[in-house]
């Protein structure tokens, strides 16, 4: 028996975040293994025109949760999906909710947060240091609440290069940003933001290192522990291999390149690519929400959730076998054949996105255009670079994340729950994770057939041939033009052909002579 899985049964849980890509995984998680479990308290906005109700539904009956269904027919039942909006006061909760939370919560996963890169620091703080510290004050007031865990990021300190499971300080406290906020005007916040993230890359990694400081500052006498994830992909085992909902992280470049759109990138083939699959990291949160509540560690303890030091895959490897994937399971209306050409030369890297990627797009349009139809290549690949040019940083350097508390848990748990709450990567095998992984993308987010691979892989011998077209066109007419201005042109491709014209004499000479 699970004594994870045994410590979740009759307990009342609060998720925030619930309706992203961890969120989804860990409530499928813990219905699938813990089916007798009290409630799981839902915070949900409205989006897209649906109700909370709306967006429930569509969750439970995705393909990632048919195995719940099984185990837990009544799932529908347990979920208590609240109206909550985590950027307004009090998060916008009824009374009566509020009361219910309250009283009733036993363990908190907090998930939420803003994941883009290029938030606005108001935005960014709002959602990942305040929300977390109104959060924290919610959690002080609940009677009956066990464990706090706060999801935050690996890379929340990826100003440094070895970063250990500690909560290191930022210059400028966070209860003075969250003031700063709300008095600043938005064109004195932007004018500031360079100068407060410093040497971080973006406002994402910034507000999750204040959130990281909130929590240690507003912890009180509650349980909390801290998990800081690398770079979140697809599931590698469970429900089963593949799924992924976004675009986030690998997914949306893997798209890009299967599609043709992308075909190089500034990285360094040798970085480590702290790649780490979704279920691996919901297995870690489950454990640290058991130990956190059972043992009741002295301090707050940080769980790096990586795969860098026990497992490592670099950039290179994982082009590689994306590429080999496209081979076989190709995506349908490519606009080019993928390729997968990584380099960590500025200038290589320019000269490949101005030949490689925008002069395509340019041609492609003109071709629109003169087809009578709208042209919309180039702003799709200024786009597309755009978002390429913010997941550079993570793409040409590596990190070292020390892993102490980890693996203490690893050896906390029995033979049994090292099993069902599995999050030792060491058995990860990149090859089949990342051939999942892609066919995952294919599958759950293009929503294409696999019946349509062979069409896909005839429109792909289609372009192979356009392309030699072309290539040769274009030899020619560059040749043409340079032997209509250049003597020297002139001379060498004289040479080529009486070169080829005597090779030819004299080999139809020597088959003449040995017969
Ligand atoms: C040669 C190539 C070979 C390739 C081989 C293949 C694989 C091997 C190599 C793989 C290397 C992987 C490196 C990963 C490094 C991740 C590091 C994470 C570290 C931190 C981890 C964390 O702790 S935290 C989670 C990470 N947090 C994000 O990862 C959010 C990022 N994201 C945004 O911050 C916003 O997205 C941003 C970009 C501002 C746009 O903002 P924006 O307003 O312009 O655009 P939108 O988001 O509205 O999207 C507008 C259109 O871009 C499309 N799109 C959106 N994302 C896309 C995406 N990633 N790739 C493509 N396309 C994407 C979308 O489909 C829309 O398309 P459409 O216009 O047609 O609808
Ligand atoms: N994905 C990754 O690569 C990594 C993620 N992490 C961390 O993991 C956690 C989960 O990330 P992930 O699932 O990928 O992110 P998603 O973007 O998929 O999910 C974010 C969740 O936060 C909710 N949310 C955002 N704003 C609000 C709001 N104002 N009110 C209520 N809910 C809100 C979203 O709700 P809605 O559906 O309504 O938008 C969604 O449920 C985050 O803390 C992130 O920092 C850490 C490392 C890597």
Not at 128 to 138: D, E, I, W
Not at 368 to 381: A, D, E, N, Q, V
Not at 385 to 402: A, C, D, G, I, P
Request: glycine residues 4%; aromatic residues 12%.
């Amino acid at each position: 028996m699970s004594m994870i899985a045994a410590f979740y049964g009759g307990k009342s849980i609060l998720i925030t975040g619930a309706t992203g890509f961890m969120g989804k995984v860990l409530m499928e998680k813990l219905f699938r293994t813990s089916p007798d479990l009290k409630v799981v308290y839902i915070l949900v906005r409205t989006k897209a025109g649906q109700t909370t109700q709306q967006r429930v539904f569509q969750i439970l009956n995705s393909k990632l949760f048919e195995k719940v269904k099984e185990v837990c027919p009544n799932v529908h039942e347990k979920i208590r999906a609240i109206y909550a909006d985590l950027n307004q006061n009090d998060f916008a909760i009824s009374k009566e909710d509020m009361q219910e939370l309250l009283s009733c919560t036993n363990i908190i996963f907090h998930c939420a947060a803003t994941v883009r890169f290029d938030d606005p620091l108001r935005h960014a703080v709002q959602l990942n240091v305040t929300a977390t510290q109104q959060l924290l004050l919610m959690a002080s007031q609940m009677p009956k609440l066990e464990a706090f865990i706060h999801i935050s990021t690996a890379f929340s300190n990826c100003n440094l290069k070895h970063i250990d499971e500690v909560i290191y300080p930022c210059p400028v406290e966070p209860k003075k940003i969250i003031d700063s906020m709300e008095w600043l005007d938005d064109a004195i916040i932007d004018e500031i933001t360079p100068k407060l993230i410093g040497d971080r890359p973006n406002t994402y990694t910034y507000t999750k290192a204040l959130g990281e400081m909130v929590v240690q500052q507003e912890s009180g006498n509650l349980n909390i522990a801290i998990i800081r994830p690398s770079i979140v992909g697809a599931t590698w085992q469970e429900p089963f291999p593949g799924w992924v909902d976004n675009l986030n992280g690998p997914s949306g470049l893997i798209i890009a390149a299967g599609k043709g759109f992308l075909r190089s990138i500034r990285a360094t083939p040798m970085a480590v690519a702290d790649l780490i699959p979704v279920d691996t990291v919901v297995n870690l949160t489950l454990a640290v929400g058991w130990y956190t509540a059972v043992h009741r560690p002295k301090s707050t303890l940080i769980y790096h959730c990586t795969s860098g030091n026990f497992n490592p895959c670099n950039w290179g490897k994982m082009g590689f076998q994306v590429l080999a994937t496209f081979e076989k399971v190709p995506f349908e209306k490519a606009f080019r054949r993928p390729n997968a050409d990584f380099t960590s030369n500025i200038i290589t890297s320019q000269y490949w996105n101005a030949v490689s990627h925008r002069a395509p797009a340019i041609i492609y349009d003109f071709y629109l255009r003169l087809t009578g139809r709208k042209p919309r290549m180039t702003k799709l690949m200024n786009r597309l670079l755009r978002t390429v040019s913010m997941l550079e940083y993570f793409v040409n350097r590596s990190w070292e994340w020390s892993t102490y508390n980890t693996e203490m848990l690893m050896s906390e748990l029995s033979p049994e729950d090292q099993r069902v709450f599995n999050f030792d990567v060491r058995q990860l095998n990149w090859l089949e994770y990342i051939e999942n992984y892609v066919l995952g993308v294919k599958k759950y987010l293009l929503k294409e057939d696999m019946a349509g691979i062979p069409e896909a892989k005839q429109h792909l011998r289609r372009l192979r041939n356009i392309h030699y077209l072309f290539n040769t066109a274009l030899f020619l007419i560059a040749w043409r033009l340079l032997i209509a201005r250049s003597q020297m042109a002139r001379n060498v491709w004289f040479f080529i052909v009486s070169f080829c014209y005597k090779f030819l004499s004299y080999f139809r000479a020597s088959s003449t002579l040995k017969v």
